[in-house]
């Protein structure tokens, strides 16, 4: 017989039929009038099925009876109506195959509630609590909406380069990729190592976005995105920074800066009504048990023009509002997490897109404005996590971005690939990059984002 995943019984599968079942316990109560009922959890929701058994199971006494959380097994048996409250249908028991036993004593996810921070210890069992769980089920729903979106819309998917030799975002945040010893001594009279001597003969990085990659497809093809990890070595520990986290960037030929604006809105409502209505129950567990309003606040999205504000703008307001902001407000000055919180939550109650801001405090590729002092910027603030989507119109202009990169200290030697782009047949492009995970934590309510990844890398934690 065909294992049914536990949605199915639940949601599906008519009460009569025989079925087999296959999970984790997640609690046992054994009753003295000779039966035992079993919370059954696969994953594949976030409710369990009951399973009751009777004492005239052979293995009652000395293995069912023994079933604690953690344990793993498989059931067959007859999917009945159940009499009592909390659920529809439950099984009703033939034979239940103990696949492997946990240690009541040494399992870290007993029956009591356990915090994020302690479930963080145990990366590997986590997914198996109700929250997790959850999290993992509309991470995946997110990731495949994504590629549909752009899919339905005739972008092509361009797998970008994990190691490049580029830094996209000229911070200086990179992981370099090396196969010298670090421990081996530098040869007597070089002083130094050189790279002449690494693997790829020059310096090496993880990404730190596939955008300059991304940049010369869309050069050739129009338009195309790219979904894949990115890598950051900043000390920030915070709630919304990870050092490996993921990104989708989608780059359009033919394109400014209000298209860019355009294509990011509708991508986040899109994905917001994709999850509303296909991960309800998991929505509700979040509104109910981490973020008391959680469906609103995204059916509400869905249907909100994002308000669109110019940097100088908001500068503006931030300055004339009574609030007393850690970071006093200033023009020049690049927006903290209070100040966007502020615009999202306070002011516009919602998404907004703050567009044109100073060209010091932006990336050397952000096209310049012909007021010379900002740049074709776009950055799409959500409430309560602030900066989700990042993106720009780029400089398509050779002499322009030369410029650009001068004042930023970039060497062009580095890029001349990327300026070959401007040499033959240069086009108007924009693009954006979403940080996945901080989308994920939107849309879960969960408040650190090392919740929302399964394997969280941050400074001092691998
Ligand atoms: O604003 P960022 O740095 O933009 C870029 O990398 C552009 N090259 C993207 C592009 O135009 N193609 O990063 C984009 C987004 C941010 O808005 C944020 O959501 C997320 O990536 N992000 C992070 N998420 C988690 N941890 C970090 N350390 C992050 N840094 C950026
Ligand atoms: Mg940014």
């Given at each position: 017989?065909?294992?049914?995943?536990?949605?199915?019984?639940?949601?599906?599968?008519p009460?009569g039929?025989q079925?087999?079942?296959?999970?984790w316990?997640?609690?046992?109560?054994?009753s003295?009038?000779?039966?035992?009922f079993?919370?059954?959890?696969d994953?594949s929701?976030?409710?369990?099925v009951?399973?009751?058994?009777?004492?005239?199971?052979?293995n009652?006494?000395?293995e069912?009876?023994?079933?604690?959380?953690?344990?793993?097994?498989?059931?067959?048996?007859?999917l009945?109506?159940?009499e009592?409250?909390?659920?529809?249908?439950?099984?009703k028991?033939?034979?239940i195959?103990?696949?492997?036993?946990?240690d009541p004593l040494?399992?870290p996810?007993?029956k009591?509630?356990?915090?994020?921070e302690?479930?963080?210890?145990v990366?590997?069992?986590?997914a198996?609590?109700?929250?997790?769980?959850?999290?993992?089920?509309?991470?995946?729903?997110?990731?495949h909406?994504?590629?549909?979106f752009?899919?339905?819309?005739?972008f092509?998917l361009v797998?970008?380069?994990i190691?490049?030799?580029?830094?996209?975002?000229g911070?200086?945040a990179m992981f370099q990729?090396?196969?010298?010893?670090?421990?081996a001594?530098a040869?007597?009279?070089?002083?130094t190592?050189?790279?002449?001597?690494?693997?790829f003969?020059r310096?090496?990085?993880?990404t730190?976005?596939?955008?300059?990659?991304?940049?010369?497809?869309?050069?050739a093809l129009g338009?195309?995105?790219?979904f894949?990890?990115?890598?950051?070595?900043?000390?920030?520990?915070t709630?919304?920074?990870?050092?490996?986290?993921?990104?989708?960037e989608?780059e359009?030929?033919?394109?400014?800066?209000?298209?860019?604006?355009?294509?990011?809105?509708?991508f986040l409502?899109?994905l917001?009504?994709?999850?509303l209505?296909?991960c309800?129950?998991?929505?509700?567990?979040?509104?109910?048990?981490?973020?008391?309003?959680?469906?609103?606040?995204?059916?509400?999205l869905?249907?909100?023009?994002?308000?669109?504000?110019?940097?100088?703008?908001?500068?503006?307001l931030?300055?004339?509002?009574?609030r007393d902001?850690?970071?006093?407000?200033?023009?020049?000055?690049?927006?903290?997490?209070?100040?966007e919180?502020h615009l999202?939550?306070?002011?516009?109650?919602?998404?907004?897109i703050?567009t044109?801001?100073?060209a010091?405090?932006?990336?050397?590729?952000?096209?310049?404005?012909?007021?010379?002092?900002?740049?074709?910027?776009?950055?799409?603030?959500?409430?309560?996590?602030g900066e989700?989507?990042?993106?720009?119109?780029?400089?398509?202009?050779?002499?322009?971005?030369?410029?650009a990169?001068?004042?930023?200290?970039v060497?062009?030697?580095n890029?001349?690939?990327?300026?070959d782009?401007?040499?033959?047949?240069?086009?108007?492009?924009?693009?954006?990059?979403l940080?996945?995970e901080r989308?994920?934590?939107?849309?879960t309510?969960?408040s650190n984002?090392?919740?929302v990844?399964?394997?969280?890398?941050?400074?001092?934690?691998?």
């Amino acid at each position: 017989m065909k294992r049914q995943r536990v949605i199915e019984l639940l949601t599906c599968t008519p009460p009569g039929t025989q079925i087999k079942a296959a999970g984790w316990v997640r609690t046992r109560r054994s009753s003295k009038g000779g039966f035992t009922f079993i919370e059954l959890n696969d994953g594949s929701s976030l409710h369990n099925v009951q399973v009751m058994a009777f004492d005239n199971l052979p293995n009652y006494s000395d293995e069912i009876n023994h079933l604690y959380p953690g344990a793993s097994i498989a059931v067959t048996g007859r999917l009945v109506e159940s009499e009592g409250s909390g659920q529809s249908v439950e099984i009703k028991a033939d034979c239940i195959r103990v696949l492997g036993h946990a240690d009541p004593l040494n399992y870290p996810l007993g029956k009591q509630r356990i915090n994020f921070e302690t479930l963080r210890e145990v990366p590997h069992l986590r997914a198996r609590t109700n929250s997790f769980g959850a999290v993992a089920r509309v991470r995946s729903l997110l990731a495949h909406e994504i590629h549909r979106f752009f899919h339905e819309r005739k972008f092509l998917l361009v797998h970008t380069p994990i190691i490049t030799g580029n830094d996209c975002e000229g911070a200086g945040a990179m992981f370099q990729v090396t196969t010298l010893d670090p421990l081996a001594p530098a040869a007597p009279d070089s002083g130094t190592r050189n790279y002449a001597d690494d693997f790829f003969g020059r310096r090496a990085a993880l990404t730190v976005s596939g955008q300059l990659e991304g940049e010369t497809y869309a050069c050739a093809l129009g338009d195309i995105y790219t979904f894949g990890p990115t890598f950051r070595a900043e000390n920030s520990n915070t709630r919304r920074h990870l050092s490996e986290f993921w990104m989708v960037e989608p780059e359009m030929a033919f394109a400014d800066l209000n298209d860019d604006a355009d294509l990011a809105q509708d991508f986040l409502r899109y994905l917001f009504d994709a999850v509303l209505q296909q991960c309800s129950a998991d929505l509700e567990f979040f509104d109910k048990r981490i973020e008391p309003g959680l469906i609103a606040k995204l059916e509400h999205l869905v249907e909100q023009e994002f308000t669109r504000i110019t940097y100088s703008d908001a500068i503006a307001l931030l300055a004339k509002s009574e609030r007393d902001f850690d970071f006093p407000v200033s023009w020049g000055m690049d927006l903290q997490s209070e100040h966007e919180r502020h615009l999202t939550e306070e002011i516009f109650k919602g998404a907004v897109i703050v567009t044109d801001y100073p060209a010091q405090i932006k990336a050397f590729y952000m096209r310049r404005n012909t007021n010379e002092r900002t740049v074709a910027a776009m950055d799409v603030l959500l409430p309560k996590v602030g900066e989700i989507v990042g993106g720009s119109q780029r400089e398509e202009r050779l002499d322009y971005l030369l410029e650009a990169m001068r004042n930023n200290n970039v060497d062009p030697d580095n890029y001349t690939q990327y300026l070959d782009l401007r040499r033959f047949g240069s086009v108007p492009h924009a693009g954006f990059g979403l940080g996945f995970e901080r989308f994920v934590q939107f849309c879960t309510g969960m408040s650190n984002i090392r919740d929302v990844i399964p394997f969280p890398r941050t400074p001092r934690r691998l």
